[in-house]
């Protein structure tokens, strides 16, 4: 993948990908601050097509307030799909956690996944990016056959 932009926030990298994806690498603790600038960051790449989030958070740690912020600042519309790299047990829980709460105010219904690995992660975007092809495939090919029958 084409890197087509980095920022470094703190000790955190976030590079943005073709096509549609934010890259975001977490090294040590997570603050509020971090999540304001990631969450400017979502919102401008958004502003033309939702885009994956892959999130290595192998190496970090989310404070209160910084969970806090994420689940308040994301919106749906932003988002394809997410994916947690290396996320350990509390980790996991913590996300599903943030995520259940969304899910239910109808705030956030987006696909989240967990790999271990960057590779695992990408090979997760690049099937979900078939599943869209192929679902985009099946509505246009019953569109023109709804057509043909009028």
Not at 96 to 113: D, S
Request: proline share 2%.
């Amino acid at each position: 993948m084409t890197v087509l932009k980095e920022w470094m926030v703190g000790n955190h990298v976030f590079r943005r990908e073709e096509p549609d994806l934010l890259w975001c690498t977490y090294k040590g603790p997570t603050r509020a601050s971090d999540i304001e600038r990631f969450v400017t960051i979502a919102r401008d790449m958004a502003a033309n097509d939702r885009v994956f989030v892959v999130s290595d958070i192998r190496l970090s740690t989310i404070e209160k307030d910084a969970r806090e912020l994420l689940s308040q600042s994301l919106r749906p519309e932003w988002l394809e799909g997410l994916v947690y790299v290396g996320a350990d047990a509390l980790q996991k829980a913590i996300v599903k956690a943030m995520m259940i709460a969304l899910y239910f105010t109808g705030k956030c219904k987006v696909n989240i996944e967990f790999a271990q690995s960057e590779q695992e992660a990408r090979d997760i975007i690049a099937r979900s990016r078939q599943a869209q092809q192929s679902a985009l495939a099946s509505a246009a090919s019953a569109a023109a056959s709804a057509s043909k029958l009028m």
